[in-house]
């Protein structure tokens, strides 16, 4: 069985005879990026504790999408507070999800 997985940097193929998953910098991946992608999918780029920044709980960032994280955050630092609430109450999670990502 092989995993298909798409990170920033383009699609990798890890097959059931490789070792585990491997973050960019070549360390043994303990998270898995929670970037959202729409439509339910995620990053998924594999990153190791080194790199991935947890910035909710159980939620980490790709170093790639760090960076997008905060920049999704200094735009919603202006958003009307009410609406932005609303808007996460109608979600599953309290995971941003980004248009355009
Ligand atoms: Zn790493
Ligand atoms: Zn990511």
Redesign the pocket.
């Known amino acids: 069985m092989c995993l298909r997985i798409e990170t920033?940097a383009g699609v990798a193929i890890v097959c059931g005879t490789r070792r585990i998953p491997v973050c960019r910098c070549g360390r043994p991946a303990d998270y898995q990026?929670d970037?959202k992608m729409g439509e339910g999918k995620t990053?998924d780029?594999y990153i190791c504790a080194n790199h991935a920044k947890e910035v909710a709980t159980n939620k980490h960032?790709?170093p790639?999408?760090q960076h997008a994280y905060e920049h999704w955050k200094k735009r919603h630092n202006v958003v009307d507070l009410g609406k932005y609430r609303a808007r996460l109450l109608g979600q599953a999670s309290l995971f941003p999800s980004l248009p355009g990502c």
């Open positions: 920033p990026c970037w990053c780029a960032m790709c790639f999408h």
